[in-house]
């Protein structure tokens, strides 16, 4: 069974929630769909609308079962539960759940700081054991950083949690700025993606054009890159449902967690006699073109 949890503070869930869970489903396309409203983020101090609220509120996202986006969908108020009893919940627990009622069938794919995976792994070591693999947007091997000469924004902003992660024995395949920055999105493609674009999928296209307005000015202005903007995550979806859009090489890794220039760096030891690391799946080159057209294909006409 291929399970997507959507989860996030929903405080208010707006267009945007579903037009992402709109592009998740279609490009997953999973058996069943679980919209959980977290109960407190770490990072948060309140929210605006109780948890009952907000789970409430996230009935919004049925439409998406009605127009047929999704299979069967529910609304689960687990992790505010979980908050009102006092206990963390930020995806640790869900995150255990899932994996204990499913063993050796998920796939985790983090976008962002690798620290719920780590506070996971505390409290379940066997949790390498209990995923299937883990897909990890982040990192730069070969590739300078975004953060700093050498260290990239997610595994910079809590390198001992990475580090844990690598250490843990999950089959581990890094997405960094290697391949992403490598991927390009232009006007180009949303224009071609027009002429062949699902009639259901539209409002899809009409989000990303207003979006991408946005990022395009912050990649001129921070990259000096000309109508285009490398695609950071969504590659790492692509590389969880399809790997062979990038050419993967294991490698022995690690992440420096000292220093000061170099604090963050994913260290891969490309030598015969390399550190004594585990290994991991380093993606260090991309089919860029078949890779954006998986991404944008998900949309197409039948």
Known sequence: MRLLLYG???????????????????????????????????????????GSARVEMCAC?????????????CVSGWEVEQAEQGRKNYSVLTLEKLARENPGELTVVTLGRMTNLALALEKEPALPRLVKNVVAMGGAVRAPGNVSPVSEANIAGD????????LAGFDLTLVGIDVTGKTFLTPRHLDIAEKYWAEDCR???DYMREALKLYFAFACQNN??????????????????DPSVVTIRKLPTRVECGGTLCRGMVV???????????FASICLDVD????????????LKP
């Open 224 to 241: 000096r890159y000309l109508d285009r903007c490398p695609v950071h995550d969504p590659l790492a979806m692509v590389v969880a449902v």
């Open 8 to 50: 996030g503070t929903f405080d208010p869930p707006h267009n945007g929630h579903l037009n992402n869970l709109r592009a998740a489903a279609a490009r997953v396309r999973p058996d069943r769909v679980v919209v959980m409203p977290a109960g407190l983020s770490p990072f948060k101090q309140s929210t605006a609308a109780p």
């Open 268 to 278: 891969s030891d490309f030598r015969e006699r390399p550190i004594d690391a585990p």
């Open 203 to 205: 409002p899809i296209l």
């Open 288 to 299: 860029s073109e078949r890779a954006v057209e998986e991404l944008l294909g998900t949309f």
């Open 61 to 73: 996202f049925r439409a998406l079962e009605a127009e047929g986006a999704v299979p069967a969908l």
């Open 159 to 166: 390198p001992e949690a990475a580090d844990r992660v690598f």
